[in-house]
């Protein structure tokens, strides 16, 4: 946590740091902490966002550190039983305890965010380089990128899971799918402006070959815009991953994630509310967590 | 102003024409033969081969692409595999569910939506735009089905104000039809209120600082006519555009919160052709509502002329 708010923290321009001798390590030591302190002021959302974030990732890594059991224990005697000393989230039909699931459902969550996010920022700025650069694909290309965003998102990714098997592998393809073509066209609009510019004539009348001039110019520029689309498609690709789960058409019922849980508690909303209530205020706390550090970042980053 | 209307229409065909190949398209992507896939777990090589045929995939390709434009230009979109009805009569029987639920959480959303907005925008930086700025980040990372659920438990399981679940048709009265959609459409219409507000609060703060804002009140206007008439006014493009491409948002949603709810809308049609495979219904489900979505930010743009004048087509 700290590191990366003092990574984050180098990059904020500010006042010029105090200089500082060798002799007085104690005040360099005071200045990094002034500077986070500075940070955090200027920038609480997204110190927040990561705060939590980072105490939900925590979670789900060291699962079994967190006084939890086995989440797939089923003690039929207990089965549907409210909250209390022994199982703080109460238990499920089958006598599982929800604490248990909610904690290593996290694990579900995060990494079909984080991949998501990334797999679908990678293939859809390659894609949107070469489309963004080759005119003659241009027109066509974004003809059907027009056609694949008119289809809704969740719809698209109910329709091919509705032809693969249920696996986490298959989810974060059926919700990478539907994002490539929205961040090909950030990538694309950045691409027809940047290519006009003046630097990329230079590199060009120097002799630069197109794979070096989107390497060394055009990229760089679209890195910041990137980390932040990344992060909103983190949050999304969360919840996508809950609904899918929740309607049956996502990660399969032997590994626990929020969404299958609480599909699992759907029958007994009036009999035991708790199965769903804890799972959901876990996902709605992870995704808000996402966007407020999306928030931040475009705050910081100074994007549009 | 016709001939534009009509020149954007036919400007949507090559766009529905890449949403049906995709549409079509899926099948063929995913890994495995579809006939295997959809005749499930315990068919027998009869069964995959009276899919095979019936869907035309023993056909080459191009000639299954060619059949399938065909047949959807024509307005047929198969027969469901499960029911052997015609598609497009199982869409016509659940489109009234869907299309009151999106309707009303549409209504509730923007009559809400912007005068939050607007307020915020106002009062920048104060108590009130803090708490609808909270409130927008908030409501958009809220997970729609959980928000049912809770809300049904207060309102239907603890208070019995509301039913829990159900849908009445509204020939049986407006009052059983809307007391059925009250929860499932506030559910609904949370995630696009907050997307709506927020936007409205930007576009305002815009319009704002403008000179001509600066006059309306110097001149002694009261504040609600010179947020209205001139500011909300001008401020309008960005909304409307908004509301058009938050349209997906709400379908989405709405496939979670039929079945939340247990309406009988497009939602749980398409959840259960996913679990029992019936591929047509799913693809003609997707076709009809990308149809609409198109449509829905084809009025959008429409309505720009009637926003700004200035805007000639």
Same mark, same amino acid.
């Given at each position: 946590?700290?590191?990366?708010?003092?990574?984050?923290?180098?990059?904020?321009?500010?006042?010029?740091?105090?200089?500082?001798?060798?002799?007085?390590?104690?005040?360099?030591?005071?200045?990094?902490?002034?500077?986070?302190?500075?940070?955090?002021?200027?920038?609480?959302?997204?110190?927040?966002?990561?705060?939590?974030?980072?105490?939900?990732?925590?979670?789900?890594?060291?699962?079994?550190?967190?006084?939890?059991?086995?989440?797939?224990?089923?003690?039929?005697?207990?089965?549907?039983?409210?909250?209390?000393?022994?199982?703080?989230?109460?238990?499920?039909?089958?006598?599982?305890? +929800?604490?248990?699931?909610?904690?290593?459902?996290?694990?579900?969550?995060?990494?079909?965010?984080?991949?998501?996010?990334?797999?679908?920022?990678?293939?859809?700025?390659?894609?949107?380089?070469?489309?963004?650069?080759?005119?003659?694909?241009?027109?066509?290309?974004?003809?059907?990128?027009?056609?694949?965003?008119?289809?809704?998102?969740?719809?698209?990714?109910?329709?091919?899971?509705?032809?693969?098997?249920?696996?986490?592998?298959? +989810?974060?393809?059926?919700?990478?799918?539907?994002?490539?073509?929205?961040?090909?066209?950030?990538?694309?609009?950045?691409?027809?402006?940047?290519?006009?510019?003046?630097?990329?004539?230079?590199?060009?009348?120097?002799?630069?070959?197109?794979?070096?001039?989107?390497?060394?110019?055009?990229?760089?520029?679209?890195?910041?815009?990137?980390?932040?689309?990344?992060?909103?498609?983190?949050?999304?690709?969360?919840?996508?991953?809950?609904?899918?789960?929740?309607?049956?058409?996502?990660?399969?019922?032997?590994?626990?994630?929020?969404?299958?849980?609480?599909?699992?508690?759907?029958?007994?909303?009036?009999?035991?509310?708790?199965?769903?209530?804890?799972?959901?205020?876990?996902?709605?706390?992870?995704?808000?967590?996402?966007?407020?550090?999306?928030?931040?970042?475009?705050?910081?980053?100074?994007?549009? | 102003?016709?001939?534009?209307?009509?020149?954007?229409?036919?400007?949507?065909?090559?766009?529905?024409?890449?949403?049906?190949?995709?549409?079509?398209?899926?099948?063929?992507?995913? %890994?495995?033969?579809?006939?295997?896939?959809?005749?499930?777990?315990?068919?027998?090589?009869?069964?995959?081969?009276?899919?095979?045929?019936?869907?035309?995939?023993?056909? %080459?390709?191009?000639?299954?692409?060619?059949?399938?434009?065909?047949?959807?230009?024509?307005?047929?979109?198969?027969?469901?595999?499960?029911?052997?009805?015609?598609?497009?009569?199982?869409?016509?029987?659940?489109?009234?569910?869907?299309?009151?639920?999106?309707?009303?959480?549409?209504?509730?959303?923007?009559?809400?939506?912007?005068?939050? #907005?607007?307020?915020?925008?106002?009062?920048?930086?104060?108590?009130?735009?803090?708490?609808?700025?909270?409130?927008?980040?908030?409501?958009?990372?809220?997970?729609?089905?959980?928000? #049912?659920?809770?809300?049904?438990?207060?309102?239907?399981?603890?208070?019995?104000?509301? %039913?829990?679940?159900?849908?009445?048709?509204?020939?049986?009265?407006?009052?059983?039809?809307?007391?059925?959609?009250?929860?499932?459409?506030?559910?609904?219409?949370?995630?696009?209120?907050?997307?709506?507000?927020?936007?409205?609060?930007?576009?305002?703060?815009?319009?704002?600082?403008?000179?001509?804002?600066?006059?309306?009140?110097?001149?002694?206007?009261?504040?609600?006519?010179?947020?209205?008439?001139?500011?909300?006014?001008?401020?309008?493009?960005?909304?409307?555009?908004?509301?058009?491409?938050?349209?997906?948002?709400?379908?989405?949603?709405?496939?979670?919160?039929?079945?939340?709810?247990?309406?009988?809308?497009?939602?749980?049609?398409?959840?259960?052709?996913?679990?029992?495979?019936?591929? %047509?219904?799913?693809?003609?489900?997707?076709?009809?509502?990308?149809? $609409?979505? $198109?449509?829905?930010?084809?009025?959008?743009?429409?309505?720009?002329?009637?926003?700004?004048?200035?805007?000639?087509?």
């Amino acid at each position: 946590m700290s590191s990366s708010t003092h990574v984050l923290g180098a990059d904020v321009p500010g006042p010029p740091p105090p200089v500082v001798s060798a002799r007085e390590p104690v005040a360099e030591r005071l200045s990094a902490a002034a500077r986070a302190a500075r940070f955090v002021r200027r920038q609480p959302t997204l110190v927040l966002g990561l705060i939590v974030l980072a105490v939900i990732a925590a979670g789900g890594v060291f699962a079994p550190a967190w006084w939890t059991g086995d989440p797939l224990e089923m003690r039929p005697v207990e089965r549907l039983s409210a909250p209390a000393a022994g199982h703080w989230f109460g238990t499920d039909n089958f006598g599982r305890d +929800v604490y248990t699931r909610t904690i290593y459902g996290t694990r579900v969550s995060l990494i079909v965010g984080a991949t998501v996010a990334i797999a679908s920022v990678v293939l859809g700025t390659t894609l949107g380089l070469i489309i963004g650069f080759y005119r003659r694909l241009d027109a066509v290309m974004m003809r059907v990128m027009d056609g694949l965003m008119a289809i809704p998102a969740i719809l698209l990714a109910l329709a091919l899971m509705a032809l693969m098997k249920a696996s986490v592998r298959n +989810v974060i393809i059926a919700l990478v799918i539907p994002e490539i073509p929205r961040v090909i066209r950030v990538v694309r609009a950045s691409v027809l402006s940047l290519r006009e510019h003046t630097m990329v004539e230079g590199a060009r009348a120097l002799g630069a070959r197109t794979p070096r001039i989107l390497a060394r110019y055009i990229l760089p520029a679209l890195v910041a815009p990137l980390i932040v689309q990344a992060t909103f498609i983190c949050a999304s690709a969360i919840l996508f991953e809950a609904y899918l789960s929740f309607l049956g058409a996502g990660t399969p019922p032997h590994i626990p994630s929020w969404g299958n849980i609480m599909a699992e508690g759907k029958t007994y909303v009036q009999l035991a509310f708790w199965i769903i209530l804890f799972p959901g205020l876990f996902l709605a706390l992870t995704v808000l967590a996402v966007n407020l550090v999306g928030d931040g970042l475009r705050e910081t980053l100074d994007v549009r | 102003m016709l001939p534009e209307i009509f020149r954007r229409l036919v400007a949507t065909i090559p766009v529905m024409g890449v949403v049906a190949i995709a549409v079509f398209a899926l099948l063929h992507v995913t %890994p495995g033969d579809p006939a295997v896939i959809i005749a499930g777990d315990y068919a027998t090589a009869e069964d995959i081969a009276k899919i095979r045929s019936k869907l035309g995939l023993d056909q %080459p390709f191009l000639t299954q692409v060619g059949i399938w434009l065909g047949r959807i230009v024509r307005g047929d979109l198969g027969t469901s595999i499960y029911s052997g009805l015609p598609v497009s009569t199982l869409i016509s029987q659940r489109a009234e569910a869907t299309i009151a639920l999106t309707l009303f959480a549409m209504v509730i959303s923007v009559s809400v939506a912007v005068p939050l #907005g607007v307020l915020a925008a106002w009062k920048k930086g104060s108590l009130i735009d803090r708490v609808v700025m909270v409130f927008a980040v908030s409501g958009f990372s809220m997970p729609t089905f959980w928000l #049912g659920f809770v809300l049904v438990y207060v309102f239907a399981v603890s208070f019995h104000w509301l %039913p829990v679940q159900g849908f009445q048709p509204i020939e049986r009265g407006a009052w059983p039809f809307l007391r059925h959609l009250i929860l499932p459409a506030l559910t609904l219409s949370l995630v696009y209120m907050a997307l709506i507000a927020r936007m409205t609060r930007a576009s305002m703060l815009g319009v704002l600082n403008e000179d001509y804002i600066r006059t309306a009140f110097a001149k002694g206007l009261a504040p609600r006519g010179v947020l209205v008439r001139h500011a909300l006014k001008n401020a309008s493009l960005p909304i409307v555009t908004i509301i058009g491409i938050g349209f997906a948002l709400l379908i989405g949603g709405a496939v979670v919160t039929e079945s939340v709810f247990a309406l009988p809308g497009l939602g749980r049609l398409t959840v259960d052709a996913i679990i029992r495979r019936d591929y %047509p219904v799913i693809q003609g489900v997707i076709l009809v509502v990308s149809g $609409v979505y $198109v449509l829905i930010n084809l009025v959008v743009d429409m309505l720009y002329v009637v926003l700004d004048p200035r805007i000639r087509y």
